[in-house]
């Protein structure tokens, strides 16, 4: 789960990593109030979006007196802001944060992620700050530093003092920098973090170390132990179809760029497989939908139903290996939704598993317009077919 950079930093307070004094405001007026709170300037006011890029987007601006502070909050409030991480369609903007101005002599980047291929927790840090991290890496990846950490161990004080030289932290400030990092290591553990990142970190000219920017996402696995957390989500920033199906426990993720097949399965790597079969049929996935192996019949309705829901979806294939999902649970659960919803779209269906003959029957009983696959081929075939027509 993404938090908002004002909620990230409440955060971070908590657990002693510096950041600059500031709020959120959703309004003009209540920008006014923040600055005036803050009572010097330049303040700097900041877009709440779940994406970055929000400066080259005009999202951050710098306000040097109270009415410029309401003029930037009129003016990027209620704004729909474009940036390379929300693509075209832009993001709109509900409320910014108001905060201190800083005199800054360096920006640094870092970062805390798993690494999946080591095992381990890799720390990421580099002094080209404030920059598209992504583009450092692809042009200059020798300015990427990398400190990697046994989560059995945790961090040590040779991993700080590794990123301190080669970020070139200077002597004055290496003991506060050094405090920083362990402590963002321990937010990053206590917190079941999937990412934290800070860019830029900055060194201030009277000798601070700030979090400037903050990035957390959050383990969506592990929030039942974080309710307190829980509470910072924001639907406004998630796609409607996506909140939805998490009320339903349906693991749903809208692909975008016009994907015209929706899909549907059980297991993430028989999504995965179904995804290329689509791609490979001349068609585009709409949709990732893991109705689980648990799912029943209501679940399956409630899936049906959103994928339904898109209106690019101008075809679906449900591509299911009954065990503890059953073939005719799964098959009573499209009919019910076919009927329920009024199917405009032409249904492939492929069953294998648990009662499969009888999940078979029930659709070809059903008087649908349901198109039933043999196997992955069969599937493919037919699913190739409709997108022929599209």
């Given amino acids: ?68 502070v309401a003029a930037l909050a009129d003016e990027i409030i209620g704004m729909n802001l474009v940036t390379h991480q929300t693509g075209p369609q832009g993001q709109p903007v509900r409320k910014v944060l108001v905060e201190q101005g800083l005199n800054i002599a360096r ?76 402590n963002l290591y321990r937010f990053f553990i206590q917190t079941d973090c999937s990412l934290v990142e800070i860019n830029p970190l900055v060194i201030t000219a009277d000798d601070r170390v700030i979090a400037l920017d903050a990035k957390v996402d959050i383990d969506a696995n592990a929030l039942y132990r974080h309710k307190d957390i829980l509470e910072y989500r924001d639907t406004d920033e998630e796609d409607p179809l996506e909140v939805e199906a998490s009320h339903y426990n349906l693991n749903y993720i809208n ?71 059953r073939c005719d649970i799964l098959a009573q659960g499209v009919v019910e939704a076919a009927k329920k919803v009024g199917l405009t779209v032409p249904v492939v269906v492929r069953m294998e598993g648990t009662n499969v003959e009888a999940g078979r029957r029930i659709l070809a009983e059903s008087n649908l317009t349901l198109i039933t696959a043999k196997d992955l081929k069969d599937a493919a075939q037919k699913v190739a077919e409709i997108a022929k027509q599209l």
Avoid: W
């Fill in 255 to 325: 692909l975008g760029g016009g994907g015209n097949i929706g899909n549907m399965v059980n297991g993430a790597g028989l999504a995965m497989a179904t995804m290329d079969i689509i791609k490979l049929a001349g068609a585009e996935p709409a949709n990732f939908l893991d109705v689980g192996g648990g799912a029943n019949a209501e679940m399956v309705e409630n899936g049906f139903r959103i994928i339904l829901s898109d209106p690019n979806v101008k075809g679906i294939l449900i591509n299911i290996f009954g065990g503890i999902l």
């Fill in 107 to 182: 920006e640094l980047y870092l970062s805390i992620l798993p690494d999946r291929a080591t095992a381990t927790h890799v720390i990421m840090a580099s002094q080209a700050g404030g920059m598209d991290i992504e583009a450092v890496a692809a042009d200059t990846p020798e300015k990427i530093i990398k400190a990697h950490v046994d989560p059995l161990l945790g961090i040590q004080g040779y991993h700080c003092r590794q990123v301190a030289f080669g970020l070139n932290i200077p002597g004055a400030v290496m003991k506060e920098f050094t405090r920083l990092l362990a």
């Fill in 1 to 68: 789960m993404k938090i908002h950079e004002y909620q990230a930093k409440e955060l971070y307070r908590k657990y002693g990593i510096p950041v600059p004094e500031g709020s959120v405001a959703f309004t003009p007026d209540e920008a006014k109030a923040a600055a005036e709170k803050l009572g010097a300037y330049p303040v700097v006011v900041k877009a709440q979006i779940h994406a970055g890029g929000r400066g080259k987007g005009g999202g951050v601006k710098l306000a040097k007196s109270l009415e410029e």
